[in-house]
């Protein structure tokens, strides 16, 4: 990529029918970048710049059982069993924590991928799926949750994300670029 194009990434967040939330971002990186870029190695990215991002107000813990992101390290926030590849995705499957719906804890993922595309990039994704937050409250949240949650919770889950990749990218060699968001539409849903 010439060094003035700004490094594109590609989001989508939305509320599902059932009001689970999907999220989305990837970039496109040069394979020489990418280079044995794995979903392990970019969990492990991930989890490191989850602690630098927040300044280690959220410190994510890594245990037999799986991952906590604790606040403070203490209160758990999100709570996930150990990463289970699916396929070509490395998945952590959501078991609770206090940003979970108590009767959603069962239900949602946060998963990792690294895919050759044949044009010669390696395409890096993150994706949040069927994650019921408890800002939300139910199936049927009102007008005033619905927004409590975009402007707070869906809007830091999607700026860390951004800046993850733009770091991933500069830590992986490709310098200092301008970032720069794209829309895209994965799955049906009212836009968050």
Not at 3 to 8: F, G, M, N, Y
Not at 52 to 57: E, H, N, P
Not at 151 to 168: G, I, S
Request: some cysteine.
């Amino acid at each position: 990529m010439p060094a003035k194009t700004p490094l594109q990434i590609a989001c989508q967040q939305v509320l599902q029918e059932d009001s689970s939330v999907f999220s989305i971002q990837w970039t496109d990186l040069p394979s020489e970048l990418a280079g044995e870029l794995t979903p392990s190695c970019l969990l492990e990215r991930y989890l490191d710049a989850i602690r630098r991002m927040t300044w280690g107000l959220i410190r994510p813990k890594v245990t037999a059982v799986g991952i906590s992101f604790g606040l403070f390290g203490r209160l758990s926030l999100l709570c996930f069993l150990k990463p289970e590849p699916e396929g070509d995705w490395l998945a952590l499957r959501i078991c609770g924590g206090l940003l979970v719906q108590r009767d959603q804890c069962e239900r949602g993922e946060l998963a990792f991928r690294c895919e050759p595309l044949p044009d010669g990039p390696v395409r890096v994704t993150l994706r949040l799926s069927d994650y019921c937050p408890l800002l939300l409250g139910s199936q049927r949240p009102s007008v005033v949750r619905r927004w409590l949650y975009r402007l707070t919770q869906a809007t830091l889950h999607r700026l860390v994300t951004v800046r993850f990749l733009a770091l991933l990218y500069r830590e992986l060699g490709g310098g200092l670029r301008r970032v720069e968001t794209v829309q895209v539409r994965v799955r049906e849903g009212r836009v968050t």
